[in-house]
């Protein structure tokens, strides 16, 4: 089922007891739970949740979400409060920030007080899904989003993608999750002009988007995951100096171009997203001379 959203995360995407927010490939897990109890809750909250905001900021969201008693009503509480905030026509990412973090050490903290086992690598996962989507609100590539940003937000960003990482490794991941969480660490190495870092990281994005093409059977020549990847590594390599870089990114493009001027669907919704953000990305690297 298919649930259209206003909100910048594009939609929402529900298999099951899955509720995905997707921006296109880029998948934003928030919450796993009953869908009736999606429906019922937390968006019976949200106008609590808006006048908490209105109040006190992120600040009073959380006082508001810390009084709910259980941490399935906390982590959902905590994923409508970040959609609220970024429906706002002015998005405060310190206050994302301030929310999430929040979100994430209540997470941790009851993950470590669960005796169970898989509940608790179930909370260590909602941890790791908000820290994933921590990361990529910081992130500068979005197209539609002018938010300014500074050094500050990629260094949040950036350990927040290390987070996910090792918690990814400790719930053994597949491919999918670690390239993009690649994907979240290099972006925030590459706007911090640490490029030979962005180089490395964004190798071992294309290398686990691979495995996910070759799974599935499909052309990593063309596929979203490996010409994204491509992508940003080469402007990490224009970064780093490397004249290969140029000709790279422009191969990458010209892939998505070809793919999106092609049948309508999926494959060309994707390449359109894919082309819009490198050309971002590209875009404010280049406006102050980072590239």
Known sequence: MLIQSQDRLSCILTIGR???FVRSKTLCVIWETDMTEVTA???TQLDAIREAFERGGAEGVIVFISQFETIDERKALYGAARRVILK???QNLDTVVTLIQKAIADCISASEAEPDPQLA????DTANIFSYNLSADMAE???EDHNPRSPHHFEIGLAAAEDCLRWRHELKKGPWPFSIAWWAKGVHQLSLGRAAEAVESFHQSYHHAELVAV???KDAATDFGCVLAIGYL???KIAAGDPAGAAEFESACDTFRTVAAGEPGEAADDAEFGLAQLETMHDRLKARGAI
Not at 121 to 124: F, L, R, T
Request: aromatic share 14%.
């Open 234 to 236: 080469s402007l990490a």
């Open 141 to 143: 590539c979005w197209p």
């Open 215 to 217: 799974g599935a059977q």
């Open 121 to 124: 690598a179930k909370i260590k």
């Open 18 to 20: 899955f509720v995905i």
């Open 41 to 43: 809750f937390p968006d």
């Open 88 to 90: 706002r026509g002015e």
